[in-house]
């Protein structure tokens, strides 16, 4: 592929799919009775994942594109937690499943919560479920903020993954991108996780920030394998400030262009490979004897809201508000409004703001992405011959996978698809092919790479 269809490739909008259908499609038809339902009658033998969103931060990122506000004061946390509580336990009444196999914890900052209301959700979490088989538990990191005292609380609670937010070493990026965080603080965190015996530690670096070059990428690179996590994933920033207001705070023009992105992305990508990093579906990177890199080779890898996994639980349960759940019939998503959130809980209703009741076509279509996704290839002609008996269901995306075949993004043989070397950092634009809400809703996404 030439550098200009590159491009011309990099600046088409497309979604992130880490759902199909994607979060923007979901709607208020689902509500609380509807996912009391689907609870109520989930299989007793089903496996569940968990994922508990604290939606607070000290300070506020300017890059930052998660759903979170900064607040100084403890009192939000503490009646964020008792909410919280409440929904778990309302949540473990209701379901005959009990048995829980992965728990994340994501945000905003977790660690915000302090160790005694940790410890107080592990409580209420240990009550309403079964913790026992517990395989993965993981946790986001800020460094700046997370204290070996609440390292060696988690570490007690049998937290055994630690994801942190690194994004960029070098300091007059981390200005412009308003977050200062030395290298020495990163390295602190890694050390006391290391000493407390949580070993699996990923990274997540950025390219494309504000007054980042390439050279920058490549110094943040190196210096992030000094500390040898497990896992990295090197993200490209979106600039959506229409989504999150707070972004205007970059300014734009300090913004890397798209031919400077996709060298940013190159660089990482070289260096990591370089260090022995298998690459893993789209900008992640894994030690080769890590679970995740084992499950990519054996195309057990799974996608969701978290990016990369190997959960293949048969529900995901969220829990906090805006948090989204993946129950076999559809997904959910909680009140992103915290205020919203607590008043239906303390309704004694489910805080479900919205969700899509999954059609035999969408659970088709995001099966055909989601291979796309984490293998860059996909036999989509298998896939409508399992859900449908007969292989031509996906005709109707051979145009635009053709255009893509002819531009050098992939390969295409019959009704099997692989994406070109070149092509796999284009993988969103083959699974938009499949998408069949793209046309009907555009919504304004981010740039391809
Ligand atoms: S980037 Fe992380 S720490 Fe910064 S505001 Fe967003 S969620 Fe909080």
């Given at each position: 592929m030439n550098r200009t269809s590159a491009l011309i490739l990099a600046e088409r909008a497309v979604p992130?799919?880490?759902?199909?259908?994607?979060?923007?499609?979901?709607?208020?038809?689902?509500?609380s009775e509807v996912v009391r339902h689907w609870m109520a009658t989930l299989n007793p033998d089903a496996s569940l994942s968990l994922y508990l969103h604290i939606?607070?931060?000290?300070d506020m990122c300017a890059y930052c594109g998660c759903a979170t506000k900064a607040t100084k004061r403890d009192e939000p946390i503490e009646a964020y937690v008792s909410t919280l509580i409440d929904e778990i336990e309302q949540a473990g009444a209701m379901?005959?499943?009990?048995?829980?196999r992965a728990i994340h914890w994501g945000g905003?900052?977790?660690?915000?919560?302090g160790p005694k209301r940790f410890s107080r959700i592990i409580a209420a979490l240990t009550n309403a479920f079964d913790?026992?088989?517990?395989v993965e538990h993981a946790v986001e990191l800020d460094p700046r903020v997370v204290t070996e005292e609440f390292i060696a609380m988690m570490a007690r609670h049998g937290v055994n993954r630690a994801s942190l937010g690194?994004?960029?070493?070098?300091a007059h990026v981390q200005v412009a991108m308003g977050r200062v965080q030395p290298f020495v603080m990163v390295a602190d965190c890694v050390a006391h996780l290391r000493a407390h015996g949580i070993n699996a530690i990923n990274f997540d670096l950025m390219y494309g920030?504000?007054?980042?070059?390439v050279a920058d990428v490549e110094k943040s690179a190196r210096l992030a394998l000094q500390l040898k996590p497990s896992r990295i994933a090197s993200f490209g920033y979106a600039h959506v400030p229409w989504m999150?207001?707070?972004?205007?705070?970059?300014?734009?023009?300090s913004l890397p262009g798209a031919a400077e992105r996709i060298e940013q992305a190159e660089m990482a990508e070289q260096i990591f490979v370089e260090a022995g990093y298998q690459a893993i579906g789209l900008d992640h990177f894994a030690l080769p004897d890590d679970p995740l890199a084992i499950a990519a080779r054996n195309g057990t890898m799974r996608r969701n809201f978290q990016g990369y996994v190997t959960d293949d639980a048969d529900a995901l349960i969220g829990f906090g508000a805006t948090s989204i759940g993946r129950l076999p019939r559809g997904y959910v998503q909680n009140f992103p409004d915290v205020g919203h959130w607590r008043r239906a809980v303390e309704a004694g209703?489910?805080?479900?703001a919205r969700g899509l009741v999954f059609s035999a076509d969408d659970h088709a279509r995001g099966a055909v992405i989601e291979r796309l996704m984490c293998d860059?290839?996909?036999d989509f002609g298998g896939i409508a011959d399992e859900y449908f008996?007969?292989?031509?269901?996906?005709?109707?995306?051979l145009a635009e996978l053709d255009a893509l075949a002819a531009q050098g993004v992939l390969m295409r043989q019959d009704r099997v698809v692989t994406l070109s070397e070149g092509g796999r950092s284009f993988v969103r634009l083959a699974a938009a092919c499949f998408d069949a809400y793209l046309e009907h809703n555009r919504a304004r996404h981010s740039v391809a790479v």
């Open positions: 992130r799919y880490t759902s199909y259908p994607t979060a923007p499609h979901f709607a208020n038809t689902v509500n939606p607070y931060c000290r379901m005959l499943a009990k048995s829980v905003g900052t977790p660690s915000l919560v913790l026992s088989n517990v690194v994004q960029d070493l070098n920030l504000p007054q980042q070059s999150r207001p707070h972004q205007k705070m970059i300014d734009a023009a209703e489910l805080p479900i860059f290839a996909v008996g007969h292989a031509d269901y996906f005709d109707d995306a």
